[in-house]
């Protein structure tokens, strides 16, 4: 994984508003006299993946122009989008688009297009587009330059305010937002090697193209071309904004060689500290995150919570499973108070849910968990890995539907995990000598039929279970402060050994809560 900073990412985010005339009219249209030719589709992006990979990848060759390959930090900031210049306004849809720069961390050109008639015509560098700031541009920059990308605004929480709804900036990196919600985690569009033992590879966006949106339309289409040394692919988003915006992605993929590490709809994330992961720091904060932990529902219905951490050294978790209906990082947590971040306002981060349209087989969800000494940079990775590789001359065609979540009470009916604690096993208050080799977990239950129970807590149980070591006791009471139940594990585990811990609440023979797991390793 980079250890490029999610807030660099982010803080370059710039302006947005109308078409400038020299866009008004698509190429075919003015030519006096030619017809049209056929309306360009997703299959057209689709033939370009398919021809690009079959021939050897190239690098992108030489740099950028003075002094764009010498920006640092501040000065690529100072570079803002003029709002008076936005794209899409023609075409009197609900949609703007602004552009990004290129510079600093963004080194790598992308062409942009935008599709109007179904004639799709690249936007030519304009340094009209762009207030520089304080930077001096003495020379007039190529019209071919390019762009770092781009992202498309929208009324989404007020009719009258144009907001930004998602933004597609690095590599194959993309982010975007529901009513309400503030930029936090990323999707991608591919990750490859990233736990594998080569270097992680990352997949590029070499081109876009954008359909001018028409009237009282709801969605915007987007098409993008992706390239690397192992594969090419074509992509197609269509994006609907709302409370909780939603993506519809296909992916045809054609590798040029045999890929084992393959991450597909992976998502990325921050996570520094939390209720179940302490940081011996001085910060006034109690939580750090973008997310707290990965939902999963498996093929077979079972919905699992797995709390994320900030390790002291890079652990992979894996969750194996044959057509997986769902997987996600999720902001479960979303109360100020255990932030005290009006900057950050990690509360409104919003969580990616991972919907497979389609029959995607078997394999699993893994979760790269690497460790972090700050929140500026993102340490946590989610992906589904099939279980069998892609070949050169094979053709994958992927679907899936991605939202960005912050309604959790809706994504399963069942008990949810609301905190997850360690301690010492022994009572509270107690000076005795803790014992390294032991530990309680303590999981906070609510939700679901749990406030049925209250009034009976006999007929709830608890099951728990650990891959390793020894369950040495365990006990469950009602909470009312959180309206569900507070459940207890001990366990027992020798130096050197690693557990996975699980437990879920039933009556009798009904589940009522999602599975809770975790690792647990003693040095």
Partial sequence: ???????????????ATALPALYRQSWAQQQTGVPAPNPFHYE???????????????APSGQLPEPLNRLSFDDY???????????????????????????????????????RDGVPTPVPYQRELFDYGRNKIERPLPVNLGFAGFRLHYPLNNPKVLDEVIAF?????FRFLGSEQKFGLSARGLAINVEGGEAEEFPHFREFWVEMPK????????????????????????????????????????????????????????????????????????????????????????????????????TISSFS????????LMQRDRMFENYQDLEATYHQRPGYWVEPIGQWGEGWVELVE???????????????????????????????????????????????????????????????????????????????????Y??????????????????????????????????????RLEPGQSTDLRAFLRAGNRALTETWTYPWFVE
């Fill in 1 to 15: 994984m980079t250890n490029l900073s999610r807030r660099i990412l982010l803080q370059s985010l710039l302006a």
């Fill in 44 to 58: 057209d992006v689709v033939r370009r993946a398919r021809e690009l990979a079959a021939v050897p990848y190239e």
């Fill in 77 to 115: 900031r100072d570079i803002r989008f003029r709002p008076e210049k936005a794209l899409l306004g023609s075409g009197n849809g609900p949609f703007r688009m602004q552009l990004f720069h290129l510079g600093f961390l963004y080194q790598r050109p992308v062409t942009v297009n935008i599709i």
């Fill in 169 to 173: 900036l690095g590599a194959s990196y």
């Fill in 215 to 314: 009237p009282n339309d709801e969605r915007a289409i987007v098409f993008a071309l992706l390239d690397s040394p192992s594969v090419a692919g074509a992509y197609r988003f269509e994006i609907y904004p709302s409370k909780e915006t939603t993506l519809d992605v296909t992916a045809t993929l054609f590798p040029r060689q045999t890929i084992t590490n393959v991450g597909v709809a992976p998502l990325t994330s921050m996570f520094f500290e939390g209720e179940n992961d302490r940081k011996p720091t001085d910060d006034y904060r109690l939580e750090i995150h973008d997310s707290d932990g990965l939902l999963m529902q498996s093929g077979a219905g079972e919905w699992i919570w797995r709390p994320l951490r900030n390790p002291n050294a890079k």
């Fill in 321 to 328: 499973d044959n057509n997986p209906r769902g997987f996600g």
């Fill in 370 to 452: 690497i460790p972090t000494p700050d929140e500026t940079h993102d340490n946590i990775v989610a992906y589904w890995q099939p279980n069998r590789p892609f070949e050169p001359g094979q053709e994958v065609v992927l679907s899936y539907r991605l939202r960005a979540a912050s309604a959790i009470g809706a994504m399963h009916p069942g008990g949810k995990v609301i905190n997850t604690f360690q301690a010492p096993p022994r009572a509270s208050g107690s000076n005795a000598p803790s014992d390294p080799r032991h530990r309680r977990f303590i999981v906070d239950f609510a939700g679901g039929n749990l406030p049925y």
């Fill in 454 to 491: 209250l009034g009976a807590p006999e007929q709830v149980q608890l099951v728990p279970s650990t891959s390793a070591g020894q369950i040495t006791n365990t006990f469950i009471m009602p909470n009312s402060h959180t309206n569900g139940f507070r459940a207890a594990i001990d366990v």
